[in-house]
Nanobody
Framework: QVQLVESGGGLVQAGGSLRLSCAAS????????MGWFHQAPGKEREFVAA????????YYADSVKGRITISRDNAKNTVYLQMNSLKPEDTAVYYC???????????????????WGQGTQVTVSS
């Protein structure tokens, strides 16, 4: 069992930056693949970024490539999402997710993830 708590969301102007954090409980954090998804009002939850267990492989949605970076610190049981050049269309609730086993549906598919955080709101004003 693992609990995930996101932080760092807020209101920012277009072009600005935010850094989201996801703190995980438990001693086996380094065994989990981690992902970030977002969900805008009236839309389905969408993949944003993911990172494998050791942090050596990262995956991004095409819409965020070059603007967003995912990283992790296994010593701190934390995964980060650095978001730059934010756009109004990035406005959504951002969720952190953990996969306790190999992502059989792939890193980009929400079905691969067992545990989810409560989400943190990101609002980008134009």
């Amino acid at each position: 069992q693992v609990q995930l708590v996101e932080s760092g969301g807020g209101l920012v102007q277009a072009g600005g930056s935010l850094r989201l954090s996801c703190a995980a409980s438990g001693r086996t954090f380094s065994r989990y693949a981690m992902g970030w998804f977002h969900q805008a009002p009236g839309k389905e939850r969408e993949f944003v970024a993911a990172i494998n267990w050791g942090g050596g492989s990262t995956y991004y949605a095409d819409s965020v490539k070059g603007r967003i970076t995912i990283s992790r610190d296994n010593a701190k049981n934390t995964v980060y999402l650095q978001m730059n050049s934010l756009k109004p269309e990035d406005t959504a609730v951002y969720y952190c997710a953990a996969a306790s086993h190999f992502p059989n549906y792939g890193f980009r598919d929400s079905r691969s993830y067992d545990y989810w955080g409560q989400g943190t709101q990101v609002t980008v004003s134009s």
